[in-house]
């Protein structure tokens, strides 16, 4: 990290003592129960990790893209539903309101946000409506003064803690020209006609608070509409770019959270009398894993300094992403075959980053989307 000022490094080392001293211990019972402490949570908060990258003015730390994509990448090393949730309460929960709210609706919503006394989530994706946006069947009419929304939302994250305090969903409000008109609407939790499913029973993320949504007749006054009637989908690909980044930071610290754990274990694990470190094809293994994370962390970093800098850097996203996504699933899998049988058992972190990094290759934009973005910057049609 040495393209890191002292305010930064000062920043991941904060972090990283957290994550190992706070977050780590209850990683494994977290993940085991399915249950997200919100302990942590409260002490991310206290931290100002939540407010990372919003001005002092609304209450934030100051930072930039850089410092939110260290906190997490710090925390992914540890405890990937840790870190998750933290990027998506900062990038889908009050980012939206931040860049998009009114007066009243920042003025309201984000003080709790950026403090970590509330968590928001932002209800995109339906069983229709994935990396095809556009197929938003949600819809929401204006009646008596309020819209009136009906639809289903999946795996929304952060939508059912004890302190969620709202989801913005995206939903189909009118059209223009023969196209959906997406617009994006505050929906309070608690209001009548929305309901926050049971959570899911998923592969990884255990501790991750992730659930299905349904609105039936769920009524809203006029003025929760979020930015401009029509412009819901076009705003959230606007902040889309950041989040890549800030998953590919969370990847870079999964990818060197097994390199960690699998370079201790071959270090402390005898085969056939010697240490299995000193066995050239473990090397080999630990110097490709070595060579992942330090190519990924370029990858982000570049990607954020573009960013803060005001530079664009939607290629750079999407490369960053990709190559960070890919590095936490390939280290994972190496390091579980380091460990031998030991990485098949739950006990062991490398267990838990072998689960919990497929979502890597999927959420915020798959791997399949990534190559198709980098492949519009070549220039190539279709």
């Not at 893209?65 to 929960?93: H, K, P, W």
């Amino acid at each position: 990290m040495t393209d890191l000022t002292e305010e930064e490094r000062e920043l991941a080392a904060m972090v990283r003592d957290f994550a190992d001293t706070v977050v780590a211990p209850q990683a494994y019972e977290a993940d085991r129960t399915h249950t997200l402490n919100m302990d942590v949570v409260r002490q991310m908060g206290e931290l100002g990790l939540f407010g990372l990258p919003f001005p002092e003015e609304v209450g934030g730390q100051g930072g930039d893209l850089m410092a939110l994509g260290l906190a997490i990448e710090a925390l992914g090393r540890v405890d990937q539903s840790i870190a998750i949730t933290l990027e998506a309460g900062v990038s889908l929960g009050a980012m939206p309101v931040f860049r998009f709210g009114t007066d009243a609706q920042r003025e309201a919503l984000l003080p709790d946000l950026l403090a970590g006394r509330a968590l928001a989530g932002f209800g995109l994706t339906e069983p229709e409506a994935g990396s095809d946006a556009g197929a938003t069947r949600t819809t929401a009419r204006r009646e008596g003064g309020e819209w009136v929304i009906n639809g289903a939302k999946q795996f929304i994250t952060n939508s059912g803690t004890p302190i969620t305090r709202f989801v913005t969903v995206t939903a189909v409000t009118g059209e223009r020209d023969g196209r959906k008109q997406i617009s994006t609407i505050i929906v309070p939790n608690g209001t009548p006609g929305f309901t926050v499913e049971p959570p899911y029973d998923k592969l990884g993320w255990r501790a991750s608070d992730t659930h299905p949504l349904t609105f039936v007749d769920a009524r809203v006054p006029e003025e929760n509409l979020l930015g401009e009637e029509g412009r819901g989908f076009a705003n959230f690909l606007s902040i889309l770019d950041e989040g890549r980044v800030a998953i590919a930071a969370l990847s870079v610290g999964a990818a060197e959270g097994c390199l960690e754990q699998a370079t201790a274990y071959a270090r402390s694990r005898t085969v056939f009398g010697a240490a299995l470190s000193t066995r050239q094809n473990a090397q080999f293994t630990l110097a490709r894993m070595r060579a992942r994370v330090h190519t990924a962390r370029l990858a982000w970093h570049h990607a954020a300094r573009l960013r803060d800098a005001g530079k664009p850097f939607g290629e750079e996203a999407a490369i960053a992403k990709l190559v960070a996504g890919e590095a936490a699933m390939d280290n994972a899998r190496d390091a579980t075959q380091i460990f031998g049988g030991n990485g098949f058992m739950d006990e062991f972190p490398v267990a838990r980053h072998y689960r919990d990094s497929k979502i890597l290759e999927i959420g915020e934009g798959t791997t399949e989307v990534q190559l198709l973005v980098i492949a519009r910057a070549l220039g190539l049609a279709g």
